[in-house]
């Protein structure tokens, strides 16, 4: 045992040591892993996996959508939000897979109720959202396919990724036979709208009906068009 100095003891303040990659069990994942209260991980097949942060201009883009799908759900009220790293379990072919995304929807009609003390689901969302992250070309991949596979083969019925820019942003739907298609070919008024809503905001080819006001300038990137998009969450025509 090396014995430190008092200097060089961690204390409260110090900077959390990631265990991103250490073997544990599902058993010890969630007793010790899965709520930690500082780095979040996910859980793949034996091994913790660091969930990595989004830039701020990024964060803005899924606050922005889960304000509209939440403006929607409020109107039609057909099921319920859920974010703050609430888990759930994938039994795939190739492995179990504990999976946070950013945001998740419950529908009303999904055979596994959501409770209201439930720190984790017991079921399988009916859409998945994961906020980009493009500091290293790992948390692309893991987000642009290993989730995306996973979340098909475990019966997502809708993948949505996020990102500040327009050519990363991802709409999927479930098709019968198992696999995404984009979107708002497939998928639920709800998340089609969104989806259409999200790529005409962003979309260069496009601009958003302009706010009232005398005097209106066009955006000049992605998340200024989601500021000034001005848009109906009941209308569903494209």
Excluded at 61 to 75: A, M, N, P, S
Excluded at 128 to 145: F, G, I, M, N, Y
Aim: charged share 20%; with cysteine; proline share 9%.
């Amino acid at each position: 045992m090396t014995n430190l100095p008092a200097s060089a003891k961690p204390t409260a303040d110090a900077d959390p040591v990631s265990a991103d990659g250490r073997l544990v069990s599902e058993a010890a994942y969630w007793e010790d892993w899965y709520d930690t209260g500082g780095i979040s991980y996910e859980w793949n097949n034996g091994r913790l996996e660091e969930q990595p942060v989004s830039d701020f201009e990024t964060f803005q883009v899924y606050l922005w959508f889960l304000e509209l799908l939440r403006h929607f759900l409020r109107q039609q009220p057909i099921g319920q939000v859920v974010a703050l790293e609430m888990g759930f379990r994938l039994s795939l072919a190739s492995g179990t897979v504990i999976r946070k995304p950013d945001l998740a929807v419950v529908l009303n009609d999904n055979p596994v109720p959501l409770d209201l003390r439930d720190s984790s689901y017991h079921g399988v969302f009916d859409l998945c959202v994961e906020a980009l992250s493009t500091e290293k070309p790992a948390h692309v991949h893991r987000d642009l396919v290993v989730k995306k596979a996973e979340y098909a083969a475990g019966g997502v019925p809708e993948y949505h990724v996020l990102h500040r820019e327009h050519g990363n942003l991802a709409f999927y739907g479930l098709t019968p036979g198992g696999v995404y298609a984009p979107l708002p070919a497939a998928g639920t008024v709800m998340t089609a709208w969104c989806a259409r809503a999200c790529c005409r905001a962003f979309s260069s080819a496009s601009r958003p009906h302009p706010p009232p006001g005398p005097r209106y300038h066009a955006p000049r990137s992605g998340l200024q068009r989601l500021r000034a998009a001005r848009v109906d969450p009941c209308r569903t025509s494209p």
